[in-house]
């Protein structure tokens, strides 16, 4: 168990819905990261926050969004679903950013999103 | 260009041997550090382990050990002694330290499926 926790574990939506994927980081950790694992694109890095502030945008759709509240846990909407959304999610987080390359990071359960 | 390249989409080894998996990396920075993760097919992520730039030894975790050859940009997994739980997928990737920068975010490759037979 890392510590993260994602919910819900499995969403089942159809095409032209939104949904929002919720991340509660480990206890401490500042960072949180959003990963999008699909058959096609592999693992990818979606977005990055903060203590609440975004701070990288990788491959994310502009239909997609997301948030870091106060209390650290974030919220990944994916809104206007198409088919090819369909992946698993999974947030995970670090313990502080700083300048060096190790952070690991702790990533969750994932959450398994079918578009149909 | 990729930054992580797997090339074995697949592995088979017979339990109790050895196996190397291949991890090669694109990167200008001074500064990086390369993940190895195991995806089991129930789907989580596991972190296995670590090996930095500027670490003058290979990285070690029990059963793992990264044979990292810098020149080469390459940072290859080690399992000894496979047993039938290593059958998963694993995963190469790498982080990126830009100075100043403020994106940390994990690069990964395609990954490697590993099938352990009895």
């Known amino acids: 168990d890392s510590g993260v926790t994602q919910t819900p574990k499995h969403l089942i939506t159809a095409t032209g819905q939104r949904v929002t994927l919720r991340c509660s980081p480990r206890s401490g950790d500042l960072s949180v990261y959003w990963y999008q694992q699909s058959l096609d694109q592999g693992l990818q890095f979606l977005i990055h926050?903060?203590?609440?502030?975004?701070?990288a945008k990788g491959n994310i759709l502009e239909r997609f969004s997301a948030q870091q509240f106060p209390d650290l846990h974030s919220e990944l909407n994916l809104s206007s679903l198409e088919l090819g959304d369909s992946a698993l999610y999974f947030c995970a987080s670090s313990v502080e950013e700083r300048e060096v390359s190790y952070n690991e990071q702790f990533f969750g359960p994932g959450t398994r999103l079918t578009v149909l | 260009a990729q930054k992580i390249t797997q090339t074995q989409p697949g592995m088979f080894v017979q339990e109790k041997e050895a196996v190397t998996l291949d991890c090669t990396y694109d990167?200008?920075?001074?500064?990086?550090?390369l993940f190895w993760y195991k995806q089991p097919s129930s789907g989580e992520m596991i972190f296995l382990i670590y090996q930095g730039s500027y670490d003058q030894q290979n990285a070690t975790e029990g059963r793992y050990s990264l044979n990292f050859q810098k020149a080469r940009k390459s940072a290859n997994l080690v399992i000894s002694a496979s047993q039938l739980g290593d059958s998963a997928m694993y995963f190469c990737?790498?982080?990126?330290?830009?100075?100043?920068?403020?994106?940390?975010?994990?690069?990964f490759g395609k990954g490697t499926l590993l099938t352990v037979n009895p």
């Open positions: 990737a790498m982080r990126e330290v830009h100075s100043g920068g403020s994106n940390y975010k994990l690069t």
């Open positions: 926050y903060y203590n609440g502030e975004e701070r």
């Open positions: 990167t200008s920075d001074p500064s990086y550090g």
